[in-house]
Every structure is written in structure tokens, then in C-alpha cells.
């Protein structure tokens, strides 16, 4: 029988996840942000938006939590449950950042790798 993931965790991830659709609704899609950054391009706030859909459009978010879920799954102990973490932590952004045709199977591996039930030694 498999342990059950913290309540911690759970916890954790959902603000994690409100966190994600705060940037993506108050600072990426938001008109306002889109009129300064039309204005002056030189705001340090327009540089960080102007990074980040860099990284979506490369899916930096998408491929790094790949990376980290397959290593994850690969990995027994400790070490792959906390690259199945990370990977949570940056499939969660990927999801609700217009990446999610990657970032759905990042999730799906790290969270089958978290429910795994642990080899006996």
C-alpha cells in the first residue's frame, strides 16, 4: 500500500496553482500591463513579462519539468520524489501558462511517481 502524499504538500501545490493563474490573469493577460508595456518598454516589470513569454514560447517551464519528471521516475528514493516535487513545481506554471500540451505529461509522470508504492530493500 502506498503512503499518502501530505496534506502539507496538497496544501502547498494549491497555492502554488493560485498563485500561477495570479501571474497569468494579473500580469500577463491584464490590459493594463499591456498599455505601460506598449509605453515604455523599459519598465523592469515589462522586462519580467517580456522574459517570461519568452519562456513560453520556448516552454522553458514545460521541458524543465519533463526533464525533471523523467529523472524522477528513474530515480528511486528520496532523490526521485524530490525531482517528482520539482517537476509538480514547474508543470503547475507550464499548465497554466499556455504550455500544457507538455506540461500535462510532466504532471502525470511526477504524480504517478509520487502515488508509487516504494521496492522493498
Not at 496538497?10 to 500580469?27: D, E, I, K, T
Amino acid at each position: 500500500m502506498s503512503r499518502p502524499v501530505p496534506l502539507l504538500v496538497l496544501l502547498l501545490l494549491s497555492l502554488w496553482l493560485a498563485a500561477c493563474y495570479g501571474v497569468r490573469f494579473g500580469f500577463m493577460e491584464d490590459g493594463q500591463w499591456v498599455g505601460a508595456c506598449a509605453d515604455d518598454a523599459g519598465l523592469w516589470q515589462c522586462q519580467v513579462r517580456a522574459t517570461l513569454g519568452l519562456m513560453i514560447h520556448w516552454r522553458v517551464l514545460a521541458w524543465v519539468a519533463l526533464s525533471a519528471a523523467l529523472l524522477g521516475f528513474l530515480v528511486p528514493g528520496r532523490i526521485g520524489t524530490g525531482l517528482a516535487v520539482l517537476a509538480l513545481l514547474f508543470a503547475l506554471p507550464a499548465l497554466v501558462l499556455y504550455t500544457a500540451s507538455l506540461a500535462v505529461f510532466a504532471l502525470v509522470i511526477a504524480a504517478l511517481r509520487l502515488v508509487r508504492t516504494p521496492r522493498p530493500a
